[in-house]
């Protein structure tokens, strides 16, 4: 039986029978894969404390397979990430990378690419301060970086019609075009979302890699619902993740 291997994260783990697990992999070059894990529950299994998500794996498997559930052969640890497995705020955060690629799963070409973000996501994570505007500020980057490579990368920069400088505090949004509206343009084309100005110049440093403006709890808020809202529009209808949720109920927020 030819065995094929790849890197990548668990997304989500399903206990299945007595000993068993279903897992949902996302690797660099296969994109999203089923796995069973068979004896992985017995703490003598060889996949014993393997099988997190927070972890980067190598993953050994049969290269073809019939059913849609391939046997998981062996599995070995790439690398760890302690300080996000310790900070159980940051893990929070990383249940949102692994939702967003479960619900929104890239086509299995352009994998890498998205594995490679959501390594680099992590990278960032496991050395990043526990502070809440900074990680409200990398999951922002996140999906900035998702929207990128997904090929609908939104700009915050100049009116998204006539190429003006935008003005005033509350500025329109324009989601099927992916840009905001000066003043002049929105009287003429109605927008389908407002952003305060100061979260438009956070969004735009944040992509750009300028010096990221402090932001409150709520306007980083507002951006994170607006970057999701925008996947969702570019993406066949937006998803309800459990985990964002769960994220606030962590900062202390819900
Ligand atoms: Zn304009």
New binding site residues.
Partial sequence: MALAKDTGFLLRKIPYSESSFILKAFTREHGLLTFMAKGAKQPKSRHHGLLDPVLHLQFLFPAFSRSDIRILGEVSLMRDFPGIREDIVKQGLSCIFSEILLRYTPSESDSSQFHDLLLAAQEGLESSSSERTVLQAKLSAFLLGYCDISGFQPQFQ???????ALSGSNIPFLMDRGGP??????RAEPATFFLRENIVRWLDAIQTGGEVPAVGRTDAWRAEEFLLSYLGRHTGGEKNLKSVAVWHELLGDA
């Fill in positions: 100049n009116c998204v019609r006539c190429g003006s509206l000066c003043a002049s343009c929105q």
